[in-house]
């Protein structure tokens, strides 16, 4: 099983970013695909969430209006769009898979290897 996060970098307050992480070696359109954050000296948080279809999603309140999760299965990718980034939204963002539409840590089987976000002001 691997997912591959990438799609990070630099981008500036105010702009866009799409985050990516392609799966393999499990049954991706059947798995709930996540998004989890982590900054420096802080836990690792719940950002978004979308589910085995693609009109299922949840968010944190604090990508809520911002950022939007979407999936194409053909691809075995799910994605991240984050428009209006904040420097608050600096931090390593990892993707995770798993079977429930949850958002704690512990509901998700795999993880990505991470990719680093940094939004400067």
């Known amino acids: 099983v691997q997912l591959q996060a990438s799609g990070g970098g630099l981008v500036p307050a105010g702009g866009s970013l799409r985050l990516s992480c392609e799966g393999s070696?499990?049954?991706?359109?059947?798995?709930?695909m996540a998004w989890f954050r982590q900054a420096p000296e802080k836990e690792r948080e719940f950002v978004a969430t979308?589910?085995?279809?693609?009109?299922?999603?949840y968010y944190a309140d604090s990508a809520n209006g911002r950022f939007t999760a979407s999936r194409d299965n053909a691809k075995n990718t799910a994605y991240l769009q984050m428009n209006n980034p904040k420097p608050e939204d600096t931090a390593v963002y990892y993707c995770?898979?798993?079977?429930?539409?949850?958002?704690?840590?512990?509901?998700?089987?795999?993880w990505g290897q991470g990719t680093q976000v940094t939004v400067s002001s």
């Open positions: 979308i589910g085995r279809w693609p009109d299922t999603t």
């Open positions: 070696g499990f049954t991706f359109s059947s798995s709930v």
């Open positions: 995770a898979a798993g079977d429930t539409v949850a958002t704690p840590t512990q509901a998700y089987t795999y």
